[in-house]
């Protein structure tokens, strides 16, 4: 069973995006910030990520930033999902290192497509 950790402040989003991971058969984490998704991230590795920017204590590009120094989490692929949108915070988050960068608003059975794709790689 694949392992998703959804690293994302807003619990709506939490919920929607748990609910239907489940559904499609991801076993699923969820860390409100970046500092909670590090600490979870030592005891369980996903092998997909799913990581909103703007939150409290640790943001996005700080989280990415550590999971990149670790050769532990180098498997783990990175999806961002923001509601910053601009080409330079698209940019900024590619080169950091995430696979692939949604915007907010989404389309959950795209971003679903995305993942499944992306584990599978």
């Known amino acids: 069973m694949k392992k998703l950790l959804i690293v ?5 989003i939490v919920m929607s995006l ?5 559904k499609q058969g991801f076993h699923v984490f969820i860390a409100r910030d970046g500092g ?3 600490q979870l991230m030592e005891r369980e590795i996903p092998d997909l990520i799913i990581l909103d920017i703007m939150m409290p204590e640790v943001d996005g590009y700080q989280t990415i930033k550590i999971i990149k120094e670790n050769p532990a989490f180098a498997k783990a692929k990175i999806i961002f999902l923001s509601a910053k949108s601009k080409a330079s915070d698209i940019e900024k988050g590619l080169s950091l ?3 692939l960068y949604f915007t907010k ?3 959950v059975k795209k ?3 995305a993942a499944e794709n992306l584990v599978l790689s």
Do not use: C, K
Not at 8 to 12: A, F, I, L, Q
């Open 97 to 99: 290192g995430a696979d």
């Open 18 to 22: 748990e609910y239907a991971f489940q």
């Open 111 to 113: 971003l679903i497509t």
């Open 36 to 38: 909670e998704a590090l």
């Open 8 to 12: 994302d402040d807003e619990p709506n």
């Open 105 to 107: 608003p989404f389309s």
